[in-house]
C-alpha cells in the first residue's frame, strides 16, 4: 500500500499550527528590521554629534592656537585663517582671503631665498615643507622673520590642498642680531689693547731691550703665544659677526684654484710639518668664480681643523674638481673623527666635539660654523661623512 497520498492529506490542523508559525515569523522580522532601523538612527545620530562635537573641537583650536595656520587653495591661496594669522599678517580675515601665501614671502639668505623661488612648485607637487627660515613681508612693510612648513591635504574631495604653519621668530633674530653687534663691537675694542701688547712683547724681544735671560725669553714667548691665540679668537668673532650681519657681500671674481689654494697651504704648512702630516692635494679644476674671501675661510678653516684633529704622520687629502656644474671641494683627514651622537650639532656656534676637546685643548668651536656661513653666502653647500678613530671627510659645494 502506498502511504504517501495519507502523508500530503489536507489536514486543517497542521494548516493552522503552520499559517501562526509562518505570522510569528514576520512579525518578529518586522520587529528585528524596526529595531534595527531605530538602533541604526541612534548611531548615525551619535555619529553626526560626535563629528560635528569633532569640527567645532577642531576649529575652536584651529582659531585659537597661537601658532599662525593657513589654509591654502590648490595654487597656494589662502582661504581660511585663524586668529594669530590676522595679527602675523597685520589685515583683517576677508582682506586676507584670496591672496597668494607665496607673494609675501622671501628669503633672508641666497640659499633661503632660492627655496622661497621654488615653494609653489613644491606645493602643487604634494611635497612637505618643514620649518623654512624665510622672511614674511607685510602690505604695511613690516618684515617678520617666520619658520614655515607646509601640510598637504591628501582628500580629493576637499578644496583644500594644504595646511600652512608660520612659527614668528622675529624675537630670537632680533636677540642674535644685538649679540652679534655686541661681539662685533666688543671684538673691535680688544683689537687696540692686544695690538700694544704684542708690540711690547717684540720690543722686549729686540736687541734693543737689551739680554733676556732664558726664563725672561721664555715668559715672552708666552705672551707673544697668548696675543696669537687671542687675535685669532676675535677674528673668528668678527667673521662670524660679519657674516651673520651680512656686512660680508659676495663679490664674485674669477680665481685661479691652484694658485689660490697653495697661498692658503703656505700659511698652514708649518704647523702640518711640526706634526709630520702628510698633505697631498689634486685640484683638477682650473678656475672658480668666487668671492675670495668667503672662499678663503671655506678653505683655511677645513684644513687647519684637519690639521688640529689629524695626529702625528696622519693623512689629509684636498681635492677639487667639477661635477654637474658645480665646484666640489673635498677635504678628508683620518684624524679622530665625530662621535655619531654629536654629528648633528657639528655646525652649531661655538660647538666642539667631545673627542676634540681632549685632543686639542685649544678652539672657539666658530670654525665650521663660520663655514657653513660662508657656503650658504656664495649659494652653495657643504656636507661630510665622518667616522669617530677613523677620520672625517668634508664635501662643499659651490656653483660654478
Same mark, same amino acid.
Not at 560626535?50 to 582659531?63: G, K
Given at each position: ?314 693623512? %689629509?687629502?684636498?681635492? #677639487?674638481? $667639477?661635477?654637474? !656644474?658645480?665646484? /666640489?671641494?673635498?677635504? *678628508?683627514?683620518? @684624524?679622530? =673623527? ?31 660654523? %663660520?663655514?657653513?656661513? #660662508?657656503? $650658504?653666502?656664495? !649659494?652653495?653647500? /657643504?656636507?661630510?661623512? *665622518?667616522?669617530? @678613530?677613523? =677620520? ?9
Amino acid at each position: 500500500m502506498d502511504p504517501s497520498p495519507a502523508l500530503f492529506s489536507y489536514d486543517p490542523f497542521w494548516f493552522v499550527i503552520l499559517t501562526l508559525f509562518s505570522l510569528i515569523l514576520c512579525i518578529l522580522t518586522v520587529i528585528l528590521i524596526v529595531r534595527a532601523r531605530s538602533v541604526a538612527a541612534i548611531l548615525a545620530e551619535r555619529s553626526l554629534a560626535d563629528l560635528l562635537s569633532s569640527r567645532e573641537l577642531f576649529y575652536t583650536l584651529y582659531r585659537n592656537s597661537p601658532v599662525p595656520y593657513l589654509l591654502l587653495l590648490k595654487g597656494g591661496e589662502i582661504s581660511l585663517v585663524n586668529d594669530a594669522a590676522v595679527r602675523l599678517f597685520g589685515m583683517t580675515n576677508e582682506e586676507l582671503r584670496g591672496k597668494t601665501l607665496f607673494d609675501f614671502l622671501t628669503g633672508d639668505e641666497p640659499a633661503a631665498e632660492q627655496q622661497v623661488e621654488i615653494l609653489p612648485s613644491k606645493f602643487r607637487q604634494g611635497a612637505p615643507i618643514n620649518n623654512l627660515d624665510c622672511k614674511l613681508v607685510r602690505t604695511d612693510g613690516q618684515t617678520r622673520y617666520i619658520l614655515l612648513s607646509l601640510f598637504p591635504v591628501e582628500d580629493k574631495s576637499n578644496p583644500h590642498r594644504g595646511l600652512a604653519a608660520l612659527v614668528d621668530i622675529t624675537k630670537q633674530k632680533e636677540v642674535d642680531k644685538a649679540k652679534t653687534e655686541f661681539v662685533s663691537l666688543a671684538s673691535h675694542q680688544l683689537r687696540t689693547p692686544l695690538a700694544s701688547m704684542r708690540w711690547n712683547a717684540e720690543l722686549l724681544a729686540s736687541p734693543k731691550s737689551g739680554t733676556l735671560n732664558e726664563v725672561q725669553q721664555g715668559y715672552v714667548m708666552k705672551i707673544e703665544r697668548a696675543v696669537e691665540r687671542m687675535n685669532a679668537l676675535i677674528g673668528d668673532f668678527l667673521n662670524m659677526s660679519r657674516l651673520e650681519l651680512g656686512m660680508l657681500q659676495a663679490e664674485p671674481t674669477r680665481i685661479v684654484l691652484r694658485d689660490f689654494i697653495a697661498e692658503i697651504l703656505r700659511e698652514l704648512e708649518v704647523s702640518a710639518e711640526e706634526k709630520h702630516i702628510d698633505l697631498s692635494v689634486d685640484v683638477d679644476l682650473t678656475h672658480i668664480t668666487a668671492d675670495p674671501n668667503l672662499l678663503h675661510h671655506i678653505v683655511a678653516n677645513l684644513i687647519s681643523n684637519a690639521v688640529k684633529y689629524t695626529p702625528e704622520e696622519g693623512t %689629509i687629502r684636498l681635492r #677639487a674638481y $667639477e661635477h654637474d !656644474g658645480a665646484a /666640489i671641494i673635498e677635504v *678628508s683627514d683620518n @684624524g679622530v =673623527g665625530i662621535p655619531e651622537a654629536e654629528q648633528d650639532k657639528l655646525f652649531d656656534k661655538f660647538f666642539r666635539a667631545s673627542n676634540a676637546k681632549t685632543t686639542a685643548a685649544e678652539g672657539t668651536g666658530l670654525g665650521l660654523y %663660520i663655514v657653513k656661513l #660662508a657656503a $650658504e653666502r656664495l !649659494g652653495g653647500t /657643504i656636507s661630510f661623512a *665622518s667616522k669617530e @678613530g677613523l =677620520g672625517t671627510a668634508f664635501t662643499v659645494r659651490l656653483p660654478q
